[in-house]
């Protein structure tokens, strides 16, 4: 399946639905008193719908890529209309007011963190015409995400490498894109010098144990990923030989994850993983020679997990629904 106006006006269908449903909601919210038993939608203004807060602003986020990619995109006019009804700075201050209340330290961290991160380098980028004013809106949100992940950095002594949302390289490898793009050498330095810190030493990585059994991204995969963003086109080839050698023969890595309940909110990250695996690989192909070993397996890996996967994202059930649409255009894109 190729990446086409068509494919890109369905999955904007689906945020386009789903940002604005609040119910049924997963919240991760720390009450500090009895004021603070709220709807979702009084907790996050903007982010409410979609589940959680995290798949509502890679929702936003799908939005104004697929503007970007399909200017003549049939829902461009809804796209609008919904970054007009929420994208104000009244409604970003309250999500914004939300992250400095106490005990709220780790909220969406990291992984929301790194899509915030990218959504604004997508409002940046946007060619639409209302596109300043939603990012001047988001300026407080953005700011202040930058610098929690900042002092996050500044503490995070081991890295995290799950294959959900606490998963550190995940989020670095979208924060270095933004960084990159907003010319912010501070942010990009800092994660630099993280992931060398983090990543630098690894040799070896014991791929053949994945995935777990929820998991929607590959831990060494996405390793793999970040590190070469932050490695130069001489260094990456010789850490990724040390940290995958003879990657072909990592039988599970290189085979898409079966998915036997894609109503089950937990096994449905399966086919998110199929779909995160194949833009990985294709992205860590890039930064190989061509003549690389891996090449070949990367290829051919890459068709076996969209094959396994790429059917099932529109029309799926919301447990997967709610998010999915983003890995799809991810792995596509790629």
Not at 26 to 37: Q, R, S, T
Not at 119 to 135: G, N, Y
Not at 190 to 201: C, P, V
Request: charged content about 20%.
């Amino acid at each position: 399946m190729q990446l086409d106006i068509d494919l890109a006006a369905a999955y904007t269908e689906m945020p386009l639905t789903y940002l604005r449903q609040e119910y049924p909601n997963h919240i991760m919210h720390v009450l500090n008193d009895a004021g603070d038993v709220l709807s979702p939608r009084a907790l996050h203004p903007v982010f409410y719908g979609c589940y959680d807060w995290h798949s509502a602003v890679h929702g936003y986020w799908l939005l104004l890529r697929c503007m970007r990619l399909y200017p003549s995109l049939p829902t461009q006019d809804r796209i609008t209309a919904i970054f007009d009804e929420h994208f104000t700075p009244e409604l970003i201050q309250q999500e914004t007011a939300y992250f400095q209340v106490g005990g709220r330290a780790s909220f969406e961290r990291p992984y929301g963190f790194g899509w915030i991160l990218g959504l604004e380098q997508e409002l940046a980028a946007s060619p639409h015409p209302r596109a300043a004013a939603w990012s001047a809106a988001m300026q407080p949100l953005t700011m202040e995400i930058r610098k929690r992940l900042l002092d996050y950095l500044s503490k995070l002594t081991y890295p995290i490498r799950v294959g959900t949302h606490y998963n550190t390289a995940f989020a670095l490898a979208l924060a270095i894109d933004y960084a990159r793009a907003a010319n912010d050498g501070e942010l990009e330095n800092d994660i630099i010098d993280a992931s060398q810190r983090y990543y630098g030493k690894d040799e070896s990585y014991p791929a053949h144990y994945e995935p777990g059994g929820d998991e929607y991204i590959s831990a060494a995969l996405t390793e793999a990923l970040l590190m070469s963003k932050v490695l130069d086109e001489a260094a990456f080839p010789n850490w990724f030989n040390r940290f995958l050698p003879r990657i072909d023969q990592v039988g599970q890595l290189m085979q898409p994850a079966q998915v036997s309940d894609r109503t089950d909110p937990k096994i449905a990250h399966l086919d998110g993983l199929n779909l995160s695996r194949a833009w990985c690989m294709k992205h860590i192909s890039r930064h190989l020679p061509a003549d690389h070993p891996a090449q070949a397996a990367l290829t051919a890996a890459v068709e076996r997990h969209l094959n396994a996967s790429i059917g099932h994202v529109v029309g799926s059930h919301y447990s997967g629904g709610h998010w999915l649409a983003s890995f799809a255009l991810l792995a596509l894109e790629g």
